[in-house]
């Protein structure tokens, strides 16, 4: 098991572009959250899915961003109209669901996202 | 949002311990506190979390004071890869689904 994939790694994109971010959890990982983090900031959490279902999104979600996770397995989190303000590195991180105390959290290192 | 407070920045020289206080002052009962370190360009890596005894693994030791209010996270050796910015989270493991990670302390190890 190679960890936590991202792709792209880097994505330059005009403003008002359409953008979309992959991630693959450790396989055996039914859990997967996304955040996004702002230079200077730590990592704000967006949205998580156990399995194929979203539990949970942080009102940073705007109805301009969608994460799906169709299969239980990868995820994509899509930007639409991207704004300058979009500009940040999106993370993704996985865990078991066993994992109460989720040491277990594993982040990937991240699409980082400029918008121009 | 961040429920604990981290000195902005710190350095140390290498090989000696690295020292990295944080304070909860809020904490509850069933809140654990973890600490992860994020190096440059990558994702961030957990390191260790305890809820209120000390706790040691490969990478460092835990000490929790006895209120609970404060923890100090403890790098014995540091070497100039544990250059980072180290995040201190106070976590609910029974019913929070994300971390808060704030500003974190952007730690130096000097040559």
């Known amino acids: 098991d190679t960890g936590v994939s991202q792709d792209p790694r880097h994505k330059i994109t005009k403003r008002g572009q359409n953008v979309t971010f992959r991630c693959d959890p450790i396989?055996?990982?039914?859990?997967l959250y996304w955040y996004r983090q702002t230079l200077g900031q730590g990592p704000e959490f967006l949205t998580y899915f156990q399995n194929e279902a979203q539990l949970e999104k942080s009102r940073l979600l705007s109805d301009r961003f969608s994460a799906e996770r169709p299969k239980g397995s990868f995820s994509t989190l899509e930007i639409q109209r991207t704004e300058q303000g979009d500009s940040a590195m999106y993370l993704c991180?996985?865990?078991?669901?066993?994992?109460?105390?989720?040491?277990?959290?594993?982040f990937g290192s991240g699409t980082r996202l400029t918008v121009v | 949002d961040a429920k604990t407070t981290q000195p902005p920045s710190m350095d140390c020289a290498e090989g000696r311990a690295a020292n990295l206080p944080c304070n909860h002052s809020?904490?509850?009962?069933?809140?654990?506190v973890y600490w992860y370190r994020q190096i440059h360009s990558q994702g961030p890596q957990y390191i260790i979390h305890g809820l209120k005894n000390n706790e040691t693994n490969e990478m460092a030791s835990l000490i929790i004071t006895e209120d609970r209010k404060s923890s100090t996270l403890i790098l014995p050796h540091a070497t100039l890869r544990d250059t980072a910015v180290y995040y201190c989270?106070?976590?609910?493991?029974?019913?929070?689904?994300?971390?808060?990670f704030g500003t974190g302390t952007s730690l130096t190890v000097i040559p």
């Open positions: 809020t904490i509850s009962g069933n809140e654990y």
């Open positions: 989270i106070v976590r609910d493991s029974n019913t929070g689904n994300q971390f808060y």
């Open positions: 991180a996985s865990s078991p669901r066993w994992a109460r105390e989720n040491y277990g959290y594993t």
């Open positions: 396989s055996e990982h039914n859990r």
